[in-house]
């Protein structure tokens, strides 16, 4: 069965980096396009990042663009997120996802999540 389990995730000071891996295996890891969501404390989800099946293409929603950066390591089944200069806005759970975002919009509902990851930001 799909498994995509992250970890990486922890507490950090304003300006520090963490970078955020996720696991994958089930499924044909290097066919598909892969997704980090975070869903901060009593906010809905976030699409934050996405980056095509062979990893030359990322996207980036604003807030994270040029802080954040997405690869992948298909031979590794592997994804990941290095975030820098983080800031406490950033504290969230983050989620490593396949197939469940549409046009930015994700659907805990649809497609294979990982059970999220903790960050906290804060001095």
């Known amino acids: 069965q799909v498994q995509l389990v992250e970890s990486g995730g922890g507490l950090v000071q304003p300006g520090g980096s963490l970078r955020l891996s996720c696991a994958a295996s089930?499924?044909?890891?290097?066919?598909?396009?892969m997704t980090w969501v975070r869903q901060a404390p009593g906010k809905g989800l976030e699409w934050i990042s996405h980056?095509?099946?062979?990893?030359?293409?990322?996207a980036y929603e604003n807030s994270v663009k040029g802080r954040f950066t997405m690869s992948r390591d298909n031979a590794k089944n592997t994804l990941y997120l290095d975030m820098n200069s983080l800031k406490p806005d950033d504290t969230a759970v983050y989620y490593c996802?396949?197939?469940?975002?549409?046009?930015?919009?994700?659907?805990?509902?649809?497609?294979?999540w990982g059970q999220g990851t903790q960050v906290t930001v804060s001095s």
């Open positions: 980056i095509n099946s062979g990893g030359s293409s990322s």
């Open positions: 089930g499924f044909i890891f290097s066919r598909y396009t």
């Open positions: 996802v396949v197939a469940g975002c549409s046009a930015y919009v994700c659907d805990k509902n649809q497609g294979y």
